[in-house]
T-cell receptor, first 114, second 113 residues
């Protein structure tokens, strides 16, 4: 595709529900990032993939958060037993190569936990 | 660890006026610096970046930023803004491997006619 695509764009979840957020990076991009952006704040790093390998997951806030990229392209961010503090915009970004200096961002998924 | 400060959460300015959006960072190691822009209902887009060489970098739409190592700053400037520059601007830093970006809280630029 022309850009990074994320789905759904909006998700409302009841507290305790599991959610899965999808990211389709730009075709051929090796690196993939997930960020969390709370209201009024800048994006905060969650995790980084190089192809299918998850090389850094230091930003995942708890063990309820899990990300995967099994075939080195599409990635899914899963949040189990959602809590109100999980409400945020989840951004996915990709870059062409390891060490690529320009990351291309999707429009994000806005998650609201009620 | 790195951190990024953007002191101004909102900057109102009239069209054709100059503007400066401030960015300061803290880091114990060398970093690379970026400005991203987010237009309404769109994703973040890279505006400009400093990797090495000349400390003054420019974008294609008239913005420029200057890396100042002694002041640990990377302020964004434009001599004459347009209505279309209305957006939120994020400063970010990365270490050598570009595998993690640290973003500031953002500055909302509101250009008024």
């Amino acid at each position: 595709g022309a850009g990074v695509s994320q789905s759904p764009r909006y998700k409302v979840a009841k507290r305790g529900q599991d959610v899965a957020l999808r990211c389709d990076p730009i075709s051929g991009h090796v690196s993939l990032f997930w960020y969390q952006q709370a209201l009024g704040q800048g994006p905060e790093f969650l995790t980084y993939f190089q192809n299918e390998a998850q090389l850094d997951k230091s930003g995942l806030p708890s063990d309820r958060f899990f990300a995967e990229r099994p075939e080195g392209s599409v990635s899914t961010l899963k949040i189990q037993r959602t809590q109100q503090e999980d409400s945020a915009v989840y951004l996915c970004a990709s870059s062409y190569a390891e060490g690529g200096t320009e990351a291309f961002f999707g429009q994000g998924t806005r998650l609201t936990v009620v | 660890a790195q951190s990024v400060t953007q002191l101004d959460s909102q900057v109102p300015v009239f069209e054709e006026a100059p503007v400066e959006l401030r960015c300061n960072y803290s880091s114990s190691v060398s970093v690379y610096l970026f400005w991203y822009v987010q237009y309404p209902n769109q994703g973040l887009q890279l505006l400009l970046k400093y990797l090495s060489g000349s400390t003054l970098v420019e974008s294609i739409n008239g913005f420029e930023a200057e890396f100042n190592k002694s002041q640990t700053s990377f302020h964004l400037r434009k001599p004459s803004v347009h209505i279309s520059d209305t957006a939120e601007y994020f400063c970010a830093v990365s270490q050598y491997n570009f595998n993690k970006f640290y973003f500031g809280p953002g500055t909302k630029l509101n250009v008024k006619p």
